[in-house]
């Protein structure tokens, strides 16, 4: 029987016939949806962002805006008309509180759950958030699972996360004090401070001190790890007068 089988499969590639696996032929493209918002935004203001989840990068720029991209995209195996309702159904939205403050917050599409018909879900839909805003500007973030990337920011930071990583690549640490903690992770700074093992020897502190410097990073983390380094020269964005 496999003599067979590979007789015939020799002849299907002879006569230039190939043979798709089944479970290619049932993959469907998946749903990808981007969209890209600018708005003019004051120097030394502040961003919330509320329920972020995937990825989530800010990068710190020269311009008196913000621009935000945000990038959704669905799983391999929904078909199209499925995978449009749940990437629409996630939905990113920005107010503007004023010309230096805005909020950025993720909502989820609800169904008729068993127990609640106020039940949320992600529909398994991917979100990238690429966030750029002026270098000075204050930032408060509360994520969910995936990571997040913060890149060269000189004002206060705090930031929270359910699991995954948080990176900070900083120009100054100098001017920073940091307060971090992991409940399952680690904690990896160039930053001279004090570090402590927590929570069964599983979870890292690290803390400079309030009088270390005249900003402050605020970091926690469920499961996951903490990074804050110094931003290298090579790397620098240009900043207005360079």
């Known amino acids: 029987m496999m003599r067979k089988l590979v007789i015939v499969i020799l002849w299907l590639a002879v006569r230039g016939i190939t043979v798709q696996p089944l479970f290619a032929q049932q993959l469907s493209t998946p749903v990808k949806i981007t969209n890209t918002e600018h708005m003019n935004f004051a120097p030394g203001g502040a961003i919330r962002i509320d329920d972020s989840y995937g990825e989530l ?14 990038i959704k995209t669905s799983p391999y195996d929904y078909n199209q008309s499925e995978a449009t309702k749940h990437v629409n159904g996630v939905q990113v939205m920005t107010k503007r509180m004023s010309d230096s403050e805005l909020v950025i917050s993720t909502t989820l599409e609800t169904y008729d759950g068993l127990l609640s018909s106020t039940a949320k879900t992600k529909g398994d839909v991917w979100i990238e958030y690429q966030i750029h805003a002026p270098h000075d500007t204050k ?8 990571t997040v990337h913060l890149t060269d920011i000189s004002a206060d930071i705090e930031v929270t996360g359910s699991r995954g990583d948080v990176v900070m690549m900083l120009r100054d640490l100098g001017s920073y004090s940091i307060d971090a903690k992991t409940d399952f992770g680690t904690v990896v700074t160039d930053h001279p401070g004090n570090t402590h093992r927590t929570f069964f020897l599983i979870g890292r502190t690290f803390n400079t001190g309030k009088t270390a410097g ?3 990073i605020y970091a926690r983390m469920g499961y996951g790890g903490i990074t804050v380094k110094t931003l290298q020269q090579e790397a620098y964005g240009p900043r207005a007068g360079n």
């Open 139 to 146: 930032l408060v973030i509360h994520h969910g699972k995936g």
């Open 57 to 70: 990068n800010v990068e710190g720029w020269d311009q008196p805006e913000v621009e935000i991209t945000v």
């Open 214 to 216: 005249s900003h402050r």
